[in-house]
T-cell receptor, first 118, second 110 residues
Framework: GAGVSQSPSNKVTEKGKDVELRCDPISGHTALYWYRQSLGQGLEFLIYFQGNSAPDKSGLPSDRFSAERTGGSVSTLTIQRTQQEDSAVYLC????????????????FGDGTRLSIL | SQQGEEDPQALSIQEGENATMNCSYKTSINNLQWYRQNSGRGLVHLILIRSNEREKHSGRLRVTLDTSKKSSSLLITASRAADTASYFCATDANDYKLSFGAGTTVTVRA
């Protein structure tokens, strides 16, 4: 597709359930980023992928959060045993190269997954 | 933690007026970017200014950067209803990620 695609667009689930969020970046983009945006707030960085590897996972809020990227393309963010404080919009972005390689790369964002934990 | 802070938090103007918002940051940067977010949508890249640049224009947008004060401003001239959105500044203070502020919410009244 032309842009970053995220699915589902909305997810409502009960506390304690696991959820899986998907991001399909722009074709050819090697860098992929996950952010979390709470209501009326800025973006909280979660994790970054360069190709299939994630050099830094320190932004993940807890060990209930994990992410993977296969084939240098699609990425999934998994939240296990969801809690109410996990409710937020989860945004994915991709860029042609990682900032450390080329520092003038804009990031292209998907429309996010709005996650609501009941 | 957030590197950038936008000011004001919210701004309401009449269509046709100019809108100015500011961003302050804490550490040295390579460049600073401004993004727009319409309600319920992702962020859209507006403009990037490098640390060795002082001013940049793109259509009705004008961005300034003062590295000595660690601040940037975004000016939207002749605002339109379609400019209603939240605006975020983002800096690349390290080598792999952008740090975003909490944003300025702009409402343009018809």
């Amino acid at each position: 597709g032309a842009g970053v695609s995220q699915s589902p667009s909305n997810k409502v689930t009960e506390k304690g359930k696991d959820v899986e969020l998907r991001c399909d970046p722009i074709s050819g983009h090697t860098a992929l980023y996950w952010y979390r945006q709470s209501l009326g707030q800025g973006l909280e960085f979660l994790i970054y992928f360069q190709g299939n590897s994630a050099p830094d996972k320190s932004g993940l809020p807890s060990d209930r959060f994990s992410a993977e990227r296969t084939g240098g393309s699609v990425s999934t963010l998994t939240i296990q045993r969801t809690q109410q404080e996990d409710s937020a919009v989860y945004l994915c972005a991709s860029s042609l190269e990682a900032i450390r390689i080329l520092s003038n790369q804009p990031q292209h964002f998907g429309d996010g997954t709005r996650l609501s934990i009941l | 933690s957030q590197q950038g802070e936008e000011d004001p938090q919210a701004l309401s103007i009449q269509e046709g007026e100019n809108a100015t918002m500011n961003c302050s940051y804490k550490t040295s940067i390579n460049n600073l970017q401004w993004y727009r977010q319409n309600s319920g949508r992702g962020l859209v890249h507006l403009i990037l200014i490098r640390s060795n640049e002082r001013e940049k224009h793109s259509g009705r947008l004008r961005v300034t950067l003062d590295t000595s004060k660690k601040s940037s401003s975004l000016l939207i001239t002749a605002s339109r209803a379609a400019d209603t959105a939240s605006y975020f500044c983002a800096t690349d203070a390290n080598d792999y990620k952008l740090s975003f502020g909490a944003g300025t919410t702009v409402t343009v009244r018809a």
